[in-house]
């Protein structure tokens, strides 16, 4: 038996808003580090100023892209590490690095109500408090 490795070397957090794109990457150039980086960059390709998507395959075919994940540009096709922001060819082009975008807190509405609740039990003859879910404090008290 040939144990069979899948591991997953792909990006997490992609993030593209149109300005700033995104995500948590190893490093698909060699200039990087192969383990997880987050990056944000600019969403513009510096050779051609187009637009940016994210794009993860294996190595082979026609769609030449990377495992671990990358930026394209959507105009001219040039493809730029997810990590580090290099070129993959050696133009020498680099994508601009972005502070991260700003998450909006997102707003609640309601006020949660508190799911449990302390309760008296004893136990073995001596008190405790515990605390548990509200359904099974109810099923208790009533
Ligand atoms: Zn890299
Ligand atoms: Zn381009």
Redesign the pocket.
């Known amino acids: 038996m040939t144990p069979v490795s899948f591991a997953y070397d792909g990006a997490y957090n992609v993030y593209d808003d149109g300005k700033t794109v995104g995500c948590t990457a190893k490093?698909?150039?060699?200039?990087?580090s192969y383990s997880y980086y987050t990056a944000y960059f600019v969403d513009a390709c510096p050779a051609c100023g187009g637009n940016l998507y994210f794009e993860q395959g294996a190595y082979s075919g026609p769609a030449y892209t990377s495992p671990e994940g990358l930026w394209a540009c959507s105009w001219c096709d040039r493809d730029y590490?997810?990590?580090?922001?290099?070129i993959h060819s050696g133009e020498g082009y680099w994508l601009y690095a972005s502070d991260p975008p700003i998450f909006d807190e997102p707003v609640k509405e309601e006020k949660e109500e508190p799911t449990h609740k302390k309760v008296n039990v004893k136990i073995l003859g001596k008190e405790h408090t515990i605390t548990i879910e509200n359904k099974y404090a109810k099923a208790l008290v009533e």
């Open positions: 490093c698909s150039c060699g200039m990087g590490c997810a990590q580090c922001g290099k």
